[in-house]
């Protein structure tokens, strides 16, 4: 079956175009590329010219997941697939595929309304890519730039959806109660990259979360530490998730949805068996309140000793 090949790049429409560009180049090491009239811009981060594309607008949230396909057969074949599922499919222009650095393009949605951009022929950079702050750089390339996990409204609807339309195959699911939410969450891949796609319900907006991955704990940390010192607000603390089994933490970006940053996951091989996990993490991973309280009552216990 003609599949997607990787996560080819993600599209947000943010309001704060300078506080994008911050967080982007200062806090996660990426680079900027291609500044356009209208104020926006791309970010790099791996041989690929760009990974993120950053717009204006109010939304504040995702505006487009962009999927690789191998070539201009594999592309029609998954238009037609679509087609002959009922789906609306948009071939866009040669301008708009430019835009896009990119072949190639058609236009669709899933089933939760989330917008896709199907492609082929992506341009490569013509340096390679060096990042002060991310010295040994991110694992992206052939696995793509990392994952999304995004809205559904029916996930029994959306990975049949992922999975026959698009060749996504299941990774596992995470079930179970999070601090008095409850967590159902449906993993896909597209390559060896544990999950190039999640879903679930309950969420605010579009995306939940995208995830970069660097080649160590320690840049784990140090871009921790970055983040924390801008004063960015951590939606998850540092921990091991049982499933992946990468280790990350979870930061607010500035259009108020999520980023994790993470290194370690183990890889897709021959043989997967998909499994339901009971909790969303080995360890770690607890919202930041935790410590605030804990604080506070650390305080008013010394305050009584004292
Ligand atoms: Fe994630």
Not at 19 to 37: C, H, N, P, Y
Not at 188 to 199: D, P, V
Not at 243 to 266: Q, R, V
């Amino acid at each position: 079956m003609t599949a997607v090949k990787q996560a080819g790049y993600l599209v947000f429409e943010v309001s704060d175009l300078s506080a994008w560009e911050d967080f982007g180049t200062k806090i996660l090491g990426l680079q900027v590329v291609d500044r356009r009239s209208d104020g926006g811009f791309s970010l790099r981060m791996d041989g690929y010219q760009q990974r993120f594309f950053i717009e204006p607008g109010p939304a504040d949230d995702l505006a487009a997941v962009g999927w690789e396909v191998e070539g201009p057969e594999a592309l029609e074949e998954i238009a037609n697939r679509l087609k002959g599922a009922g789906h609306q499919v948009v071939s866009c222009s040669a301008e708009q595929a430019a835009g896009r650095n990119v072949e190639a393009l058609v236009r669709a949605s899933d089933p939760a309304g989330n917008p896709i951009e199907i492609f082929h022929g992506p341009k490569m950079a013509a340096e390679p890519f060096v990042s002060e702050l991310v010295p040994s750089g991110f694992v992206a390339d052939e696995q793509g730039f990392g994952h999304v996990v995004i809205v559904s409204k029916d996930d029994e609807q959306h990975e049949a959806f992922y999975s026959t339309m698009f060749g996504f195959e299941l990774s596992d699911y995470i079930r179970c109660e999070y601090f008095g939410h409850e967590i159902n969450v449906t993993f896909m891949h597209a390559n060896a990259r544990h999950h190039s796609l999640a879903f679930g319900g309950g969420q605010l907006k579009r995306i939940h979360h995208f995830m970069v991955q660097v080649k160590s704990v320690d840049e784990v940390g140090r871009c921790y530490d970055r983040f924390l010192f801008s004063g960015g607000m951590v939606h998850q603390t540092l921990g091991r998730h049982p499933n992946d089994k990468m280790f990350s933490f979870y930061g607010y970006t500035p259009s108020g949805f999520h980023f994790e940053l993470g290194a370690g996951a183990i890889e897709i091989e021959d043989g997967w068996q998909s499994t339901v996990h009971r909790k969303v993490s080995e360890w770690g991973h607890h919202p930041p309140q935790l410590l605030t309280k804990a604080y506070r009552r650390a305080k008013e216990a010394r305050g009584k000793s004292s």
